[in-house]
């Protein structure tokens, strides 16, 4: 039998009046603050239920370097699909070397033999969105269970679905507050960091994959297309379910 999406509400936070009164306010606050002064905010008003979420792009490289500095303590997990590149793994282990933050794995409960097994096959052949479904949506609600707020390491000029997004809001899927240190940067003030700073990157962007998720829904992208062009290439899909259009409510 097929499986079938469906949502949960996991987190024990709800949006009060003065929640999102204090996310509006920090939110316009922090709008031209620096990113490691918006993490150093969110560590500082979460503590311990704080969390960040990466896939190793350069932008979430680029956050752990900047927690190691300001928040070392902070929680980061990966949501390992089992379809993640060699690279991206790697990646995972020079990241810890050079600053000391261990990226913890979330896997989801079945393995990938387990799960193209039960399914006949692989759902991202047929049905991508219940795979990020089970393999990610799934595992990031159980990721996040208890804590008050994540980070992410969007950016407004991906995309459409990311272009509202605020450096503080209210994540209304996940029911958490979401943190975005680099909402308002662009991709070329992200790689300016990361070459200033020597932080390690994913050397499949040296190869043309601009942006980088699971290898069967990834290829590179050629001169002029759009950065994440290469992501579900030949689908109508453009996201994953983590960071989708409308997620955001309340913002002024
Ligand atoms: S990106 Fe592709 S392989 Fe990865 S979880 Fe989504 S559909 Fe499955």
């Known amino acids: 039998m097929s499986t079938v999406i469906t949502e949960t509400k996991v987190s024990p936070l709800s949006l009060t009046p003065e929640l999102q009164r204090e996310l509006d306010e920090q939110n316009a606050r922090l709008e031209s603050a620096l990113p490691e002064e918006v993490i150093s905010w969110a560590a500082e008003r979460f503590g311990s239920q704080l969390t960040m ?27 390992d699909t089992g379809y993640q590149f060699k690279e991206t793994l790697q ?9 000391g933050v261990r990226v913890e794995l979330k896997r989801p409960e079945l393995t ?63 029911q958490l507050v979401k943190v975005n240190p680099l909402a308002n940067s662009t991709s070329a003030d992200v790689w300016k960091r990361i070459m200033n700073d020597k932080i390690p990157y994913n050397p499949l962007h040296d190869q043309g994959y601009t942006s980088i998720g699971c290898w069967p829904c990834t290829r590179a992208v050629k001169l002029g297309e759009d950065e994440r062009a290469g992501r579900w290439s030949g689908s109508a899909k453009t996201e994953c379910g983590l960071h989708s259009l409308g997620e955001f409510r309340g913002q002024s």
């Open 53 to 79: 979420a990466t896939a190793f792009g350069p932008e979430g490289c680029l956050i752990i370097s900047l927690l190691s500095k300001v928040a070392p303590a902070t929680h980061v997990f990966n949501l």
């Open 91 to 99: 990646l995972r282990d020079e990241m810890a070397e050079r600053f």
């Open 112 to 174: 990938v033999e387990q799960y193209e097994a039960k399914h006949g096959g692989p759902l991202y052949k047929t049905r991508p969105d219940q795979c990020c479904f089970d393999r990610k949506i799934v595992v990031l609600r159980k990721a996040i269970e208890g804590k008050h707020a994540w980070i992410s390491a969007i950016r407004r000029d991906q995309s459409p679905d990311r272009a509202e997004a605020p450096i503080v809001g209210w994540d209304a899927k996940f």
